[in-house]
Nanobody, 128 residues
Framework: QVQLVESGGGLVQAGDSLRLSCAAS????????MGWFRQAPGKEREFVAA????????YYGDSVKDRFTISRDNAKNTVYLQMNSLKPEDTAVYYC?????????????????????WGQGTQVTVSS
């Protein structure tokens, strides 16, 4: 079983950047497809980005495409989410997650139900 811990959240102004990290323990991350999701108060959990176990495939939600970049360093057992040009509507708790099985197509990566392991979340607040 893998344990995930997110870090890097905080309070920033619109237009600023943040980099979130998701560190794993318990098992190596290299065998897991990984995703980032977010949830704002009163809203459903939203897919943000995902990356295949090898890093060869990446997927983004429409609202963050061209602003956010997901990456991974399997040697460091860490997944990252670089967030640029932040907007107030990006305010949410951000969660990283590890898939329970191999994912093959984009719709699988975008579905929270395909992820078995979740971190506790890190708060990102973007002021206008």
């Amino acid at each position: 079983q893998v344990q995930l811990v997110e870090s890097g959240g905080g309070l920033v102004q619109a237009g600023d950047s943040l980099r979130l990290s998701c560190a794993a323990s318990g098992r190596t991350l290299s065998s897991y497809d990984m995703g980032w999701f977010r949830q704002a108060p009163g809203k459903e959990r939203e897919f943000v980005a995902a990356i295949s176990w090898s890093g060869g495939r990446v997927y983004y939600g429409d609202s963050v495409k061209d602003r956010f970049t997901i990456s991974r360093d399997n040697a460091k057992n860490t997944v990252y989410l670089q967030m640029n040009s932040l907007k107030p509507e990006d305010t949410a708790v951000y969660y990283c997650a590890a898939a329970g099985g191999t994912l093959y197509i984009g719709s699988q990566y975008r579905s929270a139900g395909n992820y078995n392991y979740w971190g506790q979340g890190t708060q990102v607040t973007v002021s206008s």
